[in-house]
C-alpha cells in the first residue's frame, strides 16, 4: 500500500528533478514508478549525457543513482524525518548499457536502526533483462 | 619526474572536461595539479552545480570524482593502454564541504596487476585542510 | 532441483570443515541446509568460539562466513571448476547475534562472467528472525 | 610519542591474544610492533592455521584482521572510551602470502567523529615487501 508519506515523497522527487540547479539535475530524466513504505523504484532512458567515453552507461551515474535513490527511499519510511548523511556507498558494476537502452533503479531500506540505516540498490537493464550494478549505501539518521 | 605518458594524460584530462558533453562534462570545473606516473592530483572549487539539497558537496558528485580521477591516475601508468572496466567501487564520506570552498582529488595506483587494478582516491577540503572522502576502485584491465 | 555439481560441493563441504587443519577449522560447526545451482544455504548455533569481547558473534567470524559461503556458493556453479581469487569483500553490521542464537548464511551468485564473479551474502539471525549482516564478494575466476 | 592510554591498548591486546576463549584467539601469535594515539602496528609469521586450501594466507583471516586491529587502533585514542560497533568493513585483496613469511598489519584512525569512526587499514607482506590488502572499518561510537 502506498502510504500518504510514500505519495509525498514520489511528488517530491518528481518536482526536484525537474527544477533543481543542483548536482541532482542530472536525475532529471529519472522517473518515479512506485514509491512505497522505505521503497522506491525509478526508471529511465539512458541518453547522451549519460555515457562514458566508451558509449556505455557511466559508472559515476550509476553511483549518483544508487546515492540518490536509496536517499529517497529512506525518506520514504513512515517515521523518518531526516535525508540523513552518508557514511559508505559502495557498488558491484556487473553489465553494461548503451544509450537508447531503459534502465530501472530499485533502492530498499534493508534497516532502520535509531542511529544508522542500511539501504540496498539494484540497477537493472530492462531492455535486456540484466543485472547492472549493486550496491549498498549506510546513511546517519540520528541528527 | 612527470612522463610523458602523464603529461600526454593531463593534456587528454583538460581537453575531454572541456569538450565532452556525455556525463564527464560535470567535471568541467576540475583542473589538473600534477600527473605522475599511475597518479593524478586535480583541484577545483566548489559551485552551486556541485551541491545536494543541504548546501554542501553531493555525495554522488564526490563518487563520480573517485571514479573518473582514478580512472585518468590508471591510465597515467606507463605501460596502460585501457581505461578499463569497473568492478568495485567503495567510498567513506568523513566530512562536508560548502560552495566556494577549494577541494582536491587524488588518485594513486595502489597495485597493477596483469588483469586487475587496485586504486584508491583522497578527496580533501583545501580550505579547511580536512578529509572529505576515502575511496577505492578496482578495475578489470585484462582486455 | 539439486545438481550433481552441487551435491558434490555440498559434501566437499561437510568433509572439510569436519578435518581442515588450516583457517576454515573455524567452520566446523556450520552445516550444510541445501546447496543447489551457484547457492549455498548454511546453518550454525553461536558457541562461545564465535564471540567478540562484548559477548556478541564476532564482525570478523561474519567475515569469514561472508568469505567462505560465498566461495562454496560459486563452486556450486555447473560450469565453475574453480575456487577463484578474492578481489573485493564488503559487509554490513546491522544487528548483534549472542551466545546459543541459530544463524544462517545464504550465499548466491549474482553474476558469473568469463572473469569475474560477483557473490552476494546474507546472514540471518534465525532465533530472532533478524537480518545480521549483508555482503559482497567479487573473485577473479578467470585463472 | 606512546601516551599512556596507547601503552595500556598495547598491553591489553598482549593480554587478551593470549588468554582469549573467544574469535579473537585466532589472532594470538599477532604481535604488537608499535602503539600510538589512534594507530596500532602489529606483526605476525603466517602459520598453517592462517591458510586456505590453495596453501595462501587466508581472505576470512585477513578480514578478521582488518577488523580487530583497527579497532585496537580506535580503542588507543586518547578520548575514546569504547570498541565501538561495526558498521561497514570493506577489503581489497592485491597479493598473496604463504607460510613461514612474515605479515604485518597498519591500522590508523582516520576520523575520530562524535558518533562516527573511520579507520584505514593496510596488511603487508614484509617478507616480500609487498601490499596484500587495503580496507577500511566504519564504527559506531556515540553509545
Redesign the interface.
Known sequence: MTSNKAAKVAELFTK?MAT???????LRKVKVVCCTNGKLLTEFQVG???????GTL????I??????ISTYALTANETVET?G????????????AREGEHVEVEAIT??L?K??A?L?VEVRNKTKNQ?LA?G?H?K?I?V
Do not use: W
Open positions: 526536484t533543481t540547479r543542483c548536482f541532482d539535475q542530472n547522451p549525457e549519460h555515457l562514458n567515453q566508451r557511466h559508472g559515476g551515474f553511483a549518483h543513482l544508487v546515492d540518490a535525508r548523511v552518508s557514511i559508505d556507498l559502495s557498488i558491484s558494476y556487473l553489465n553494461a534493508k534497516k536502526g542511529k544508522i542500511f540496498e543485472l549493486i549498498r549506510t546517519y540520528g
